[in-house]
Every structure is written in C-alpha cells, then in structure tokens.
C-alpha cells in the first residue's frame, strides 16, 4: 500500500507550470497555463482543491485559471458565497480548515481534499482530457472501485420483483453508474437457498437464485458473504449458496467451507493492478468458521458478539498482511457496530487502526443499516457504515437512505473518492438524491466523521 504525505508550496507550483505568457510571477500569485505543451514534455493535471466534506467545485477553464491566477477573492466563484477565499499549497491545510483552497499538481493529492471539475472533466478520473497542466510526472492507469452497503433481495424485495417479472428490479436505476466502474462489490447479507429451517424467524433472509443473473448485469464482481445472515437457512443453504457463487458470474468472499476458504480473498486484476477483497463477520448468527466448520470468517466483539477476541482479530490482520504482500490494493469488508445509529462503536475505529497497520487500503463497514462517519488512518480510508443499499426496512427514514463509495486509485493509490447519496423507492430500488435530501444523507455522514472527515455543518 502507498502511505505518502502531500505538501507543496506556491512558489513549487508556479516553477513547474506549462506557462502561456512570460511576465514574471511570484510565489503568491501562480500563473495558469494557457496552452498544453507539445514538446513531449510530461504533464499532469493542476487542481483546485476542497475540503472533502465540500461538493466538488464545477469550474470553466476561464474560472479555474483566475482561481489559479489570484485573482479570486471570494467563495462565489467555487460555490456562490461571498465568503473570503483563502488559497493555501498543501493538502494538509486544506484538511486542517474546510473555508482553504488548495492549487497544486494533482501527485501532491491523496484522498482527503476534493479536485473541482473544470470545463466538466475530473482530474482524477479523467487525468489524459483534463485541460489545466502543469509539467510533471504522467499519471498511473487510472482504476475506479464502486463499493456499496447491505444487499437483500429476498423477503419483501424478492416479492415486488417477482410481480414485476424482473428479480434484479431493485437493481435497475443505478445499474449504469455501477457498471461504469472497472469493479464492483457490496455484501449479499442473504442466503442463496432456503433449504434448511429458518433460524432467525421473519428475520431469515433467502433470495432467489437467478438474482446472481441481475447482479452481474448490474456490474457486480463479487460480494461478501461475511455477514449475519448468509447462515439463516443452515449448514445446506450456506453450503448451497458458496455453490452457486462458486460456478456463477458473481464471485463470494468472506465465507467458506471452513476458516481457510473463508479467509480465501477474491483478487482481480484491472489496468495492470492486483486488488484483493477480504470480508469478516462480528455480528454473530452466521456460524463462526473453523477448521472443519463451514461459516463465514468472524472477528468476537463488540457489541454484538462479547468482548475483542485478539486471536481473532490477529488471524485477520495475518491474513491482511499477506495480502498487502500479494496484491497492490487491500480490501476490508467488516459486518459490524450497532444497528440503527449514526455513531460507530469506538471498537470499530480501533479495529479499523489494526487493519490499516496490517496493510488495508480501504475499509467498508456494513450492518448498521445508517450511514456512519469515515476516518482516515495514515492513507487508509475508513467509511464505518454505507447504510442499506437494497433492502425492505421501510419503518423509519435512514434504513431507506445510504451511499455509494466511489473510489479512484491511479496505480495502486488510493488518489480520491466520491460519495452518491441515494433513498430506496417504493420497489425498495436505490435511486440518486440530490437538493436537500442529498445535503441531509451526507450532513449525516460528515457530522459523524473523524479527521479531515469531520464537519459540523454540511
């Protein structure tokens, strides 16, 4: 995994600038490029940056050359305030005061500050077509990872879809934005079968089999099975289900027919880099897997399932490491915390810590059904809860609401992220919110945020 720190000053900036014009500056006061070179030279993209909690800035090349240039003094440019605008040339203060904007080549950036778009083009996503350059190194192949929360498309879901004719019903209205990314994961918290006696009453959740058909349309590689619910049919359903997955579209994770295929991660490759996902269960339910035990891969702790069990966590951090050794990008998927809540268990950020010293990139909690804060641990990016994604909790306001995790890696950095609020519909389908009830979904997410994650106000 990369760990870097990003510090630039002005004055760095404005030395490297592909330059249009030949009136000296100073370091206050970079001059923007007005033409790419043609020489060959190497060039990489000169970004305006926000604090993360902020919306990415959409800004014409003319507006993002006067940002560059000094000649802004306002916010009304970036978001329509009159607010004094602060320029600053480095990440960290960026981080440190949410009113700074930072103007720096786009290598100096790392996941805690937002680039703004200018003339529609992310710099990130879309480094090659971005039209403000500053010499220096080419950026890596560019790798984009959609992560999304809790997926149950049996019960009441299963039905409506079943009425419709279509299984993958809930699927549908971001199947696009999904399949736009080079991966695609998210956790299954259901069984594939219901071949076995229910053991968590109207809470035992079974989906039908040809739903792995609507899943792999709608982009999915793979989903995590380390979860509370992959065991509520018993031993023949869980068994029929790692099957199932075992020979479809959609690759599992997190579970297996004892502890060592459960600890087996899924790897893919895409542009060059190796990405390796790893999934665990703290929730309880779902048998614990053992040498000779199927189950899903499990941490003890709290709050659901007693107190920390080091050997536990300890057997996943070696798992973690050896991984970080194979792959380029590490995965973590934990079921974890208390439901119905936007505050993360204080043993979630302390097992996240351990993960990320183990070598974990990125960290993506599920079961609390809300959406809860991120964290950032030295280059490790944590989101403790992305919400429900599919599922019929339909009793109160946030079971019905989430995020989709967007993340762009150049290389095998982790270089930013993108979170897309959305609410289920009446067919329990996730679709896009924006206005006010955006503003609200991801105000719960900052307010609840550690670090450069935080913000009292969206």
């Not at 940056?49 to 993002?64: F, I, N, Q, S």
């Not at 279509?166 to 079968?193: C, K, Y």
């Not at 069990?309 to 996943?316: F, K």
């Not at 994604?389 to 993108?418: I, N, Y």
Request: proline fraction near 9%.
């Amino acid at each position: 995994m990369t760990r870097r720190g990003a510090a630039l000053g002005l004055g760095g900036v404005v030395a490297g600038l592909v330059l249009g014009c030949t009136t000296p500056t100073t370091p206050t006061t970079p001059t923007a490029p007005t033409t790419p070179r043609t020489d060959g030279s190497a060039q990489e993209p000169l970004v305006v940056a926000v604090h993360a909690t902020r919306p990415a800035p959409r800004l014409t090349l003319a507006e993002a050359r006067a940002v560059v240039a000094g000649e802004v003094d306002t916010w009304r440019t970036l978001d329509g305030t009159g607010r004094p605008l602060r320029i600053v040339a480095s990440v960290r203060e960026v981080r440190r005061d949410p009113d700074a904007v930072a103007v720096l080549p786009a290598s100096a950036l790392d996941a805690t500050v937002r680039p703004a778009r200018v003339g529609g083009v992310d710099p990130l996503r879309r480094p090659a077509d971005y039209p403000l350059l500053v010499v220096g190194t080419p950026p890596p192949p560019v790798t984009t990872l959609s992560v999304v929360g809790d997926v149950m498309l049996g019960r009441r879901v299963a039905a409506r879809a079943a009425a419709a004719g279509d299984p993958s019903l809930p699927l549908r209205p971001l199947q696009r934005r999904l399949r736009s990314a080079d991966l695609t994961v998210g956790t299954l918290e259901s069984t594939l079968s219901d071949d076995g006696a229910p053991r968590q009453g109207d809470d035992s959740f079974a989906a039908p089999p040809d739903v792995l058909a609507g899943l792999a349309d709608a982009g999915f590689d793979a989903v995590s099975l380390a979860n509370n619910h992959a065991g509520d049919f018993g031993k023949r359903a869980l068994l029929a289900t790692l099957d199932l997955l075992a020979d479809g579209p959609v690759r599992a994770f997190g579970a297996g027919r004892d502890r060592a295929a459960a600890g087996t991660a899924y790897v893919a490759e895409r542009n060059g880099v190796r990405f390796a996902f790893l999934g665990f269960n703290a929730i309880g339910e779902t048998p614990r897997a053992t040498r000779g035990r199927p189950g899903a891969l499990s941490v003890r702790m709290p709050p659901r399932t007693g107190p920390l069990v080091e050997r536990d966590l300890a057997y996943v951090e070696r798992l973690v490491r050896r991984l970080d050794r194979q792959a380029d990008v590490v995965v973590v998927l934990p079921h974890w915390g208390t439901q119905y809540t936007h505050i993360a268990e204080p043993i979630q950020s302390r097992v996240a810590r351990r993960l990320a010293g183990a070598g974990a990139d990125l960290v993506v909690g599920g079961h609390p059904h809300w959406v809860q804060g991120l964290q950032w641990y030295d280059g490790t990016l944590v989101a403790h809860s992305l919400g429900n994604f599919v599922f019929d909790m339909d009793f109160m306001t946030q079971t019905r609401q989430g995020v989709l995790l967007e993340a762009v890696f150049w290389g095998s950095e982790l270089k930013g992220f993108r979170l897309v609020p959305y609410a289920m519909d009446d067919e329990f389908a996730p679709r896009p919110a924006d206005g006010r009830l955006a503003a609200d979904i991801l105000g719960d997410v900052w307010r609840h945020g550690g670090g450069p994650f935080r913000r009292s106000a969206p």
